[in-house]
Structures are given as structure tokens and as C-alpha cells.
């Protein structure tokens, strides 16, 4: 059988390192060598750069040395004048504006003489290094003339980077062009912005912004503090007009005493059901308070914190039963106390209009207030749509010019109502009757009258006071009471909607059909049927007629 081979390898022994070659050394060594060479090299310096700084700077000049040490010493003399045709042509240097001095020389872009430092004479090698980076600048500098004088002659280019690399492989050496990327040296020549991108810079002008074409750029946008305040303001205001002035100000005396109410009772002002129904039995037992007004304040609650953006329990989907099971006790235990309207019917508008042409008020306050009942009764008017609270608003009242004159016929336009809260506007017609109430005859006697004493501004309110105010329903309810004194009738259940009620009842008792009176009103549903007021005659006829049924 054949011996066993041994598993174990034999350690080869072989010769030592020859540590007079510089390329054994290790890093200090040559740090050491190059110190006392005066040579400064950084730490951070690889193994690869220190044999490179030796080899340039130690080994040369020892070489050079060895020849002869007499023409080392008048070389380095020679080196400090070294004649301008020898190296570079001054002329060719300060024709480009490039200066060099033996005290602060240029540095080639190598380690080996960027890191070069001497206190003794410069050796041949740092000459060469110097007169090798003066070279490289000229050749940038023509370079860059080049460019500049390409641009000049042709202005209108096309920039791109593709022609930049076309020119550079016909331009640079096989050597020295590189298949991929751009050469560090060629950097300066390189053009990356545009020239119409570089023309407006340089002259101020503005930069157009990427854009489509299909569509404008936004521009003059405010600011972004700006935006907010201005944006919340406005949201503010939008969301306040959602209901007329008149809920606005029922909604804040609600939300009033619900402040009120929270702060005596130490609760959050943000609601919750419990909180609800406190302030509802608190508004019944200490406030004494309708049914409908609770409700109205409990809508002005919700108002609010939608508009203050406070969370509030109106948005559940219960519908907060046990809330609403509270009110409709409330309304059960209430009774309804609420006074009977009276209607102003035909009879009654024509002893009125009688009793004013023998003269109640003033002559100009007589004519008024029979112009304005007539127009009231045969338009179906609210008080609130021919006069105003206390001040005059154009923008919602009657002016001079919503009432337009025809021949036959005049048309009252209201800018808002009731029933047109988006105030998309109503025109009223009012025709000709040829009678003592005719609204055409009582208007166009009050237009000559008003024109004569008043200025008549498109503007200015259409029924103004003796004073030269716009009539106000305080005043027009005062002088209706004592009107309807004056001519014989009990001024008790008489309001504001009194016209409007006697308008309906007196239609529903000339057998005006039902669709007629809805339109006539502006109804839109059945609720016109609340205001028809059935005379006990009308009772009496119809159960006699039964009678006669079969």
C-alpha cells in the first residue's frame, strides 16, 4: 500500500523583505522620509501616494545629485530666473490676464505637488509641474474664447449637452476624450444654462414659469397668512347669511341665554343632550318661555357651533330622542295661549278707505295710508314687504323704482319675502278695478303727490312719512288702529298680517278656486287654508243645503 499523505500543509519559508527598496516601506517610514526631506504629507494619505511623493521628490533628486552636485546647485540658481522664452511667452500670459509668481506658484492638480511644501531651493521637478499647469490654463482660457466667440457669431443656437459632446470628440486627442461623462478639464467650457435662460438673468427680466399652453399660470396669489385670515373672514360672513337677519337675531338671544344659563351652572359650552334638556326645562320653568320659542333657541345653539365649528350632538343620528321626547311634554303641557288674527276684509277695506277720504290724518298722511292698504289687500302683503323696522335698506325694501306704471296694470317687484330667501325676486301684479279701492287709481294719486313734495331717487324708499322717512310698521300699525277706530271697527286681533288674511278669506268667499288663491298669496303648499276665516253664515248656508241633499 502506498504511504499515507499527510493532511497538514508545510509552511514555505521565504526570502526577507528587502527593506532598502522604498516600495517595502511601510507608511511611517516613508512619512519620516519625506519630513526630512521637508515634505510635508497629510495623514490622510494612502500607502499609493507616499511612494509616489518619494519617488518624485527624493529619488529623482538624488539621482541628479549623484551626477554632479555643482550643476544641481546652478540649476536651482538657474530655475529662479528662468527666461520667459524658456517656459511660457509673458506676452501669451498677460494677454489672457493670467499672472504667476515664483513666490506663490500655481499647483498642478496632482498629490504630488499640491501637498509640496520647501524652505530650500525648488528642484527641476516643481519648475516642470509649474510650467505644465501654466499650460493647461492657456489652453482653457483659449478654450473659453472659443466658446464665447462661437456664441457671439451665432446666438441663436439650440443649447444642449448632446452638441457639447459632438464637438469635444472632434476637438480633444484620442487620449484624452472619454467615451462616458465629461473630462474634469473640460468642466469650464461646459454652458448649463440656456442663453435665453442666461439673457433674462443677466437682464433682470422675468423667467416665464412651466406652464401648459391651454391654460393660464396663476399668478398675483396672496400670501399664505394673508389667504387665511381673508379666506376665514369671508367663510365667516357666507355662512352668517345662510338665514336672514331677522333669525339671526332670535338665534343669538338664544344663544345668549344659553351662555348665560352654562355659566351660572358651571357646564361646558359645548352641548351635550343633558345639557339640552337642563336649558330646556330651565327656559320653561325660570324664563316662562313658549314651546316655540324653545325650539328657536335650541336652533340658534346649533347654529352657532356649526358656525364656530364647535362639535354639537345635532349631528347624531338618534336625533337626540330623549330630547325630543322632553319637548313634546312641553308642548303637551303648554296650552296655547296665542291671540286669534283678525282679517281686514272687502267690507271693512272700503269703510277704511271711505273714513280717509273725509280726512283722519293730514291730507298727504290720508292719501299714504290708503294707498298703502289697498296695495296690501290686493297684493297679499306682509307688513314686513312694504315697511321697514326702524332703518331704510335699499337692498331689501321697496324703493321707487320696484314699482313699474302701465296703462292697465302696475308691477310691485319685492326684492325678498318669506317664501324667496335666495331673493330671486317676485313681481306683483295689480290691475285696474275702476273703484273707490282701485290700487291702480290710489297708486298713481300718491305718486303725484309724493313727487311734488319729495325728491324721487331710484333709490329713495317708495312709501315715505310725512317726515320724509320711510314708513315704519310701528307707525303704520299706530294710524291703522285708529283708522279702523275711526271708521267703526273693533282695532282688537288686528296685526300686520291682517291684509293678508282678509285677501285670502275674502277669495275663498267670492269661490276663487283654490290654485288662484295659492298663486295670488305666493303659497306654495296648503297653508294658505290657516288664514281662510269661515264666517258663521257661510257655516249656517252650508248646513242648511245638507239639508236638501236628497
Given amino acids: 500500500m502506498a504511504p499515507k499523505r499527510s493532511t ?9 523583505l528587502d527593506m532598502s527598496n522604498y516600495l517595502n516601506w511601510p507608511a511611517s517610514t516613508l512619512r519620516e522620509k519625506l519630513t526630512e526631506a521637508n515634505i510635508n504629507a ?19 533628486s538624488n539621482a541628479d545629485s549623484s551626477s554632479s552636485s555643482l550643476n544641481q546647485q546652478t540649476s536651482v540658481q538657474d530655475t529662479e530666473n528662468v527666461p520667459s522664452n524658456s517656459v511660457i511667452s509673458s506676452e501669451s500670459i498677460n494677454s489672457n490676464n493670467l499672472a504667476t509668481s515664483s513666490d506663490a506658484p500655481t499647483r498642478a492638480t496632482s498629490p504630488s505637488t499640491t501637498c509640496l511644501n520647501t524652505t530650500g531651493s525648488e528642484s ?25 466667440s462661437a456664441k457671439e457669431s451665432n446666438p441663436t443656437a439650440q443649447y444642449s449637452l448632446q452638441n457639447y459632446y459632438q464637438s469635444t470628440e472632434t476637438t480633444c486627442s484620442p487620449s484624452t ?21 442666461r439673457k433674462n438673468i443677466v437682464e433682470d427680466g422675468q423667467i416665464q414659469m412651466p406652464s401648459s399652453h391651454c391654460r393660464q399660470p396663476i399668478s398675483a396669489l396672496p400670501s399664505h397668512g394673508e389667504s387665511s385670515l381673508e379666506t376665514s373672514s369671508r367663510i365667516s360672513a357666507l355662512m352668517s347669511s345662510s338665514v336672514s337677519s331677522s333669525t339671526q337675531s332670535v338665534y343669538h338671544s338664544g344663544h345668549q341665554t344659553y351662555t348665560k344659563f352654562t355659566q351660572m351652572n358651571n357646564y361646558s359650552l359645548v352641548a351635550t343632550e343633558d345639557t339640552l334638556m337642563h336649558f330646556a326645562t330651565y327656559c320653561l320653568d325660570s324664563l316662562n318661555l313658549s314651546y316655540h320659542t324653545i325650539k328657536l333657541y335650541l336652533c340658534g345653539i346649533r347654529y352657532y357651533h356649526l358656525l364656530q ?32 288674527r283678525k282679517p281686514i276684509t272687502t267690507e271693512i277695506l272700503h269703510d277704511m278707505v271711505k273714513s280717509l277720504q273725509q280726512g283722519i290724518f293730514t291730507h298727504y298722511s290720508d292719501i299714504l295710508m290708503s294707498t298703502v292698504c289697498v296695495v296690501a289687500f290686493f297684493g ?14 335699499p337692498e331689501c325694501n321697496l324703493c321707487f323704482s320696484d314699482l313699474a306704471m302701465h296703462d292697465n296694470h302696475a308691477v310691485l317687484t319685492l326684492k325678498q319675502s318669506k317664501t324667496d330667501p335666495f331673493r330671486k325676486g317676485i313681481d306683483i301684479k295689480l290691475f285696474r278695478t275702476k273703484s273707490t279701492v282701485c290700487p291702480i287709481q290710489q297708486l298713481s294719486t300718491y305718486l303725484s303727490m309724493r313727487n311734488s313734495t319729495f325728491a324721487c331717487k331710484s333709490n329713495d324708499p317708495l312709501f315715505i312719512m310725512e317726515n320724509g322717512n320711510a314708513l315704519t310698521r310701528s307707525r303704520f300699525l299706530e294710524m291703522l288702529k285708529q283708522l279702523l277706530h275711526c271708521a267703526g271697527h273693533s282695532e282688537s286681533g288686528i296685526t300686520g298680517h291682517s291684509f293678508r288674511i282678509g285677501a285670502a278669506t275674502s277669495a275663498a268667499k267670492a269661490r276663487i278656486e283654490d290654485h288662484l288663491i295659492k298663486s295670488m298669496g305666493r303659497w306654495s303648499s296648503d297653508s294658505y287654508l290657516r288664514y281662510i276665516r269661515t264666517a258663521d253664515s257661510t257655516i249656517q248656508h252650508a248646513q242648511l243645503s245638507m239639508l236638501h241633499s236628497q
Avoid at 309 to 338: A, S, Y
Avoid at 380 to 393: G, I, M, P
Fill in 177 to 197: 476624450s472619454r467615451k462616458f461623462g465629461t473630462n474634469p478639464e473640460d468642466l469650464p467650457q461646459m454652458d448649463l444654462i440656456s442663453p435665453s435662460l
Fill in 124 to 148: 527641476p521637478i516643481v519648475v516642470q509641474s509649474l510650467m505644465n499647469t501654466v499650460q493647461s490654463l492657456q489652453t482653457m482660457v483659449s478654450s473659453l474664447a472659443t466658446t464665447v
Fill in 309 to 340: 365649528g364647535i362639535p354639537n350632538p345635532f349631528t347624531l343620528e338618534d336625533k337626540l330622542p330623549r330630547l325630543q321626547m322632553l319637548l313634546k311634554g312641553i308642548k303637551r303641557q303648554q296650552k296655547p295661549h296665542r291671540p286669534s
Fill in 42 to 60: 497629510s495623514p490622510s494619505f494612502p500607502l499609493s501616494v507616499l511612494r509616489k511623493l518619494y519617488a518624485d521628490n527624493i529619488i529623482d
Fill in 8 to 16: 497538514k500543509r508545510q509552511k514555505t519559508t521565504g526570502n526577507a
Fill in 380 to 393: 297679499f302683503l306682509r307688513c314686513a314687504e312694504f315697511t321697514c323696522k326702524s332703518s331704510f335698506d
